[in-house]
């Protein structure tokens, strides 16, 4: 009988967002204790997540295109599809099925629900603050020093930074993930993928096998390119990098594991969770300057920092002795 325990369906908890395990994972708990006895696969739960998103994102619009805005509903929305987003993944390791494909799936489902919310939050700022919508006149709900159009460029350019933020948690998370623990590992290499395509050959490939392929692996070319530049201490491909062992396990989270509590404020759980409170609470605008200003004053020294951790560790002149193994 597996662990049934809230503790058991965490991740290793230095690599676990604040709000993920202070709201999300409590919440999803509930769902998956509720899955766990049935039929429903975790893919059926992302899903679900997927079309709560959607649900958020059409109450978003609903300020522009009616000027009757639903912004309470669309964040509490979009918070909610953050719970069912943790709860396929609680459920897949409480089975032991996580895959490549159920992760790439997750991160496609982000994906849309993203593109249906974050429009629409931008929407509803213009609108909000003097643009002109098809639905309604111009709200000019907030004095602003700033034209509508200047909103949506800063939200258009914190947009573009989040997504290198949640980009740079996640890997740092993986490769945490690999280094410390001797069976859970999260991060796949492009090499992976093509080894598993050429094995399978034309015939036996599956749909998953095709979207792993022709989703998965050109996210994870990008995603190191961008590495190779931010942190290029660190190895590019996960089998590069030390075998697991206890000794190197210690090691590595004794020298980074401050450093991953704090990209763990750069997930998609935090992300999500602010931009959904600041929907409810009706100032996205104060939320885009948070994003676009705090998050990014802050990796102007996180990044340094974790540059010269990923040097001592990674270097090939890097010393073991057996005080500092």
Same mark, same amino acid.
Not at 18 to 38: F, M, S
Not at 99 to 113: E, K, Q, Y
Not at 317 to 325: D, K, S
């Given at each position: 009988?597996?662990?049934? &325990?809230?503790?058991? +369906?965490?991740?290793?908890?230095?690599? @676990? @967002?604040?709000?993920?395990?202070? %709201?999300?994972?409590?919440?999803?708990?509930?769902?998956?204790?509720?899955? /766990?006895?049935?039929?429903?696969?975790?893919?059926?739960?992302?899903?679900?997540? +997927?079309?709560?998103?959607?649900?958020?994102?059409?109450?978003? =619009?609903?300020?522009?295109?009616?000027?009757?805005?639903? +912004?309470?509903? &669309?964040?509490? %929305?979009?918070?909610?599809?953050?719970?069912?987003?943790?709860?396929?993944?609680?459920?897949?390791?409480?089975?032991?099925?996580?895959?490549?494909?159920?992760?790439?799936?997750?991160?496609?489902?982000?994906?849309?629900?993203?593109? &249906?919310?974050?429009?629409?939050?931008?929407?509803?700022?213009?609108?909000?603050?003097?643009?002109?919508?098809?639905?309604?006149?111009? #709200?000019?709900?907030?004095?602003?020093?700033?034209?509508?159009?200047? =909103?949506?460029?800063?939200?258009?350019?914190?947009? #573009?930074?989040?997504? #290198?933020?949640?980009?740079?948690? *996640?890997?740092?998370?993986?490769?945490?993930?690999?280094?410390?623990?001797?069976?859970?590992?999260?991060?796949? *290499?492009?090499?992976?993928?093509?080894?598993?395509?050429?094995?399978?050959?034309?015939?036996?490939?599956?749909?998953?096998? =095709? %979207?792993?392929?022709?989703? &998965?692996?050109?996210?994870?070319?990008?995603?190191?390119?961008?590495?190779?530049?931010?942190?290029? /201490?660190?190895?590019?491909?996960?089998? *590069?990098?030390?075998? /697991?062992?206890? @000794?190197?396990?210690?090691?590595?989270?004794?020298?980074?594991?401050?450093? +991953?509590?704090?990209?763990?404020?750069?997930?998609?759980?935090?992300?999500?969770?602010?931009?959904?409170?600041?929907?409810?609470?009706?100032?996205?605008?104060? /939320?885009?300057?948070?994003?676009?200003?705090?998050?990014?004053?802050?990796?102007?020294?996180?990044?340094?920092?974790?540059?010269?951790?990923?040097?001592?560790?990674?270097?090939?002149?890097?010393?073991?002795?057996? @005080?500092?193994?």
């Amino acid at each position: 009988m597996p662990d049934l &325990s809230f503790r058991a +369906m965490l991740k290793p908890i230095d690599v @676990e @967002e604040v709000i993920d395990v202070a %709201l999300h994972r409590p919440l999803a708990y509930v769902i998956t204790r509720l899955a /766990y006895p049935t039929a429903i696969t975790p893919d059926q739960i992302t899903w679900v997540s +997927m079309f709560v998103g959607i649900a958020a994102g059409l109450a978003g =619009w609903s300020s522009f295109a009616l000027g009757a805005p639903h +912004m309470i509903a &669309s964040g509490a %929305l979009f918070i909610l599809s953050a719970v069912f987003d943790c709860s396929d993944g609680q459920l897949a390791r409480l089975r032991g099925t996580s895959s490549s494909f159920g992760r790439m799936l997750d991160g496609a489902v982000d994906a849309v629900v993203q593109a &249906s919310v974050v429009p629409a939050a931008l929407a509803h700022v213009w609108w909000q603050h003097g643009g002109a919508s098809p639905g309604a006149p111009p #709200a000019m709900v907030l004095p602003s020093v700033l034209p509508p159009w200047a =909103w949506v460029l800063l939200g258009v350019a914190a947009v #573009a930074t989040g997504v #290198a933020h949640t980009i740079l948690y *996640d890997h740092y998370k993986n490769v945490y993930l690999h280094l410390t623990q001797p069976i859970r590992k999260e991060g796949d *290499d492009p090499e992976d993928i093509d080894d598993a395509w050429a094995r399978k050959g034309t015939v036996l490939r599956s749909v998953k096998d =095709w %979207l792993t392929f022709h989703i &998965s692996r050109p996210y994870l070319q990008r995603q190191r390119a961008l590495f190779d530049w931010i942190d290029p /201490y660190l190895p590019s491909r996960f089998r *590069d990098m030390p075998t /697991y062992s206890p @000794e190197t396990a210690a090691r590595f989270r004794k020298a980074q594991r401050g450093l +991953m509590r704090v990209w763990t404020f750069y997930g998609i759980g935090t992300h999500i969770f602010g931009l959904g409170l600041a929907m409810m609470l009706d100032r996205v605008d104060v /939320y885009i300057l948070v994003r676009l200003v705090g998050f990014n004053l802050a990796l102007v020294a996180l990044v340094p920092a974790q540059r010269r951790a990923s040097r001592a560790f990674f270097s090939p002149t890097a010393v073991t002795t057996p @005080e500092h193994p």
